[in-house]
């Protein structure tokens, strides 16, 4: 099992940046992929970053390429998304996710965490 806890959402300005932080526990981040998703209202989950094998592997949604950076810190087993230019269409509830296989592009993580809200005010 893995456990997830996400932090560092708020209520920011267009052009702002925020740094969220994901603290996982029961797993090494560094052996699985880890990333983020986001859930705004109305609209279905989607795919954020991803990133394996301690930044071997980083894939990137291309609404957030350029403005979005993933990263994780091994001896804190913590993963990290650092959202730089936000947009007020990057408001949402951040997801930090875990495990799971790739099907045909597509990650399927096994863990989740709670959730974190990020809001960007026009």
């Known amino acids: 099992q893995v456990q997830l806890v996400e932090s560092g959402g708020g209520l920011v300005q267009a052009g702002d940046s925020l740094r969220l932080s994901c603290a996982a526990s029961?797993?090494?981040?560094?052996?699985?992929?880890t990333g983020w998703f986001r859930q705004a209202p109305g609209k279905e989950r989607e795919f954020v970053a991803r990133?394996?094998?301690?930044?071997?592997?980083?894939r990137y949604a291309n609404s957030v390429k350029g403005r979005f950076t993933i990263s994780t810190d091994d001896a804190k087993n913590t993963l990290y998304l650092q959202m730089d230019s936000l947009k007020p269409e990057d408001t949402a509830v951040y997801y930090c996710?875990?495990?799971?296989?790739?099907?045909?592009?597509?990650?399927?993580?096994?863990?989740w965490g709670q959730g974190t809200q990020v809001t960007v005010s026009s």
């Open positions: 996710a875990a495990g799971g296989p790739t099907y045909g592009g597509n990650w399927y993580p096994d863990y």
């Open positions: 029961g797993r090494t981040l560094s052996s699985i992929a």
């Open positions: 990133i394996r094998w301690t930044g071997g592997d980083i």
